[in-house]
Structures are given as structure tokens and as C-alpha cells.
Nanobody
Framework: QVQLVESGGGLVQPGGSLRLSCAAS????????MGWYRQAPGKERELVAS????????NYADSVKGRFTISRDNAKNTVYLQMNSLKPEDTAMYYC???????WGQGTQVTVSS
């Protein structure tokens, strides 16, 4: 079965960095686009970043452009989200998504606070 397992979340001070990872299994990872979404309390889930199957094209929400970088390693079946210059408004549950059947991971919490 499809599994998307996120890791790397945590508590970080404003201006800090985190790298999220999403390990995928149960499908041919290299054939599918991947993305990261986030959902803050009381808000709708929103797309943060996405990447095509071969990593050749990426897309970012305006709010994270220039601060976040999505990448993937098809040999490791893993997609990453490097988050720099974090702000309190980045606080949310971050979810990994695959275009394979619209699959979701369980989420990892990111909290940006001093």
C-alpha cells in the first residue's frame, strides 16, 4: 500500500531553518509529481510547493518563495522541503502529497516561536 512518511518537523525560532523529509513507498516514486501542503489551525490546507516527477520543474506559494526549496531524490524515494528564514506564520501541520492517487502523509508539525 502507499505510504508517505514525513519527518523533520519541530520547534524553531523565527529566522531559523528546518528540513522536512517525506519517504515514499508502495508506488513508482519517480513517475509522479510530489508536493508539500500545510494547514494552520482554523485555516484551509494550502499548497506550499510542488515538484514534477523528474524534479525539472517546481512551484511555490507566493508566501514562501525565496525561503523554501522543494527537491527530490528519486533513488531514495524521498522528497524534501528546505525551509529557511522561518516566520511565526509558517507554523502549521505540514503534509506530503503524491499525485499517485492523491495520496497524503500523516503530517509533521512545524512551530515557529521564540
Amino acid at each position: 500500500q502507499v505510504q508517505l512518511v514525513e519527518s523533520g518537523g519541530g520547534l524553531v525560532q523565527p529566522g531559523g531553518s528546518l528540513r522536512l523529509s517525506c519517504a515514499a513507498s508502495g508506488f513508482t516514486f519517480s513517475l509522479y509529481g510530489m508536493g508539500w501542503y500545510r494547514q494552520a489551525p482554523g485555516k484551509e490546507r494550502e499548497l506550499v510547493a510542488s515538484i514534477t516527477s523528474n524534479g525539472g520543474s517546481t512551484n511555490y506559494a507566493d508566501s514562501v518563495k525565496g525561503r523554501f526549496t522543494i527537491s527530490r531524490d528519486n533513488a531514495k524515494n524521498t522528497v524534501y522541503l528546505q525551509m529557511n528564514s522561518l516566520k511565526p506564520e509558517d507554523t502549521a501541520m505540514y503534509y506530503c502529497w503524491s499525485s499517485y492517487r492523491g495520496s497524503w502523509g500523516q503530517g509533521t508539525q512545524v512551530t515557529v516561536s521564540s
